[in-house]
Nanobody, 124 residues
Framework: QAHLVESGGGSVQPGGSLRLSCEAS????????MAWFRQGPGTERGPVAG???????VYYADSVKGRFTVSRDTKNTLYLEMNNLKMEDTAKYYC??????????????????WGQGTQVIVSS
């Protein structure tokens, strides 16, 4: 079992920045993907950014490219640096771990463990 705890959410104005963190603990030896997903009001959970640990490959949803940066440290903490936030970025952000998947990183069914999420509100 792996346990994930997200933090760093909050309320910001459009154009502002936030940095989210996701601390992973427990059985973290076999991580294939670590990723951020989000779920806005009335929408399904969708991909934001992810890392393939075996290759170091980094992936982004088109809507956040150039504004968000995903990174991971050696202690299995995943970060999401969010700049130039827009109102449409308002959502609950979730961190997920996949132990192995032959699908694209963006498919939520790849992920075996999820955190409880952290809320991001972008409003003027």
């Amino acid at each position: 079992q792996a346990h994930l705890v997200e933090s760093g959410g909050g309320s910001v104005q459009p154009g502002g920045s936030l940095r989210l963190s996701c601390e992973a603990s427990g059985d973290t030896l076999s991580i294939f993907y670590m990723a951020w997903f989000r779920q806005g009001p009335g929408t399904e959970r969708g991909p934001v950014a992810g890392i393939k640990t075996t290759t170091g490959g980094v992936y982004y949803a088109d809507s956040v490219k150039g504004r968000f940066t995903v990174s991971r440290d050696t202690k299995n903490t995943l970060y999401l640096e969010m700049n130039n936030l827009k109102m449409e970025d308002t959502a609950k952000y979730y961190c997920g771990i996949s132990r192995g998947c032959n699908r694209d990183w963006s498919e939520s069914r790849c992920y075996d463990f999820w955190g409880q999420g952290t809320q991001v509100i972008v409003s003027s």
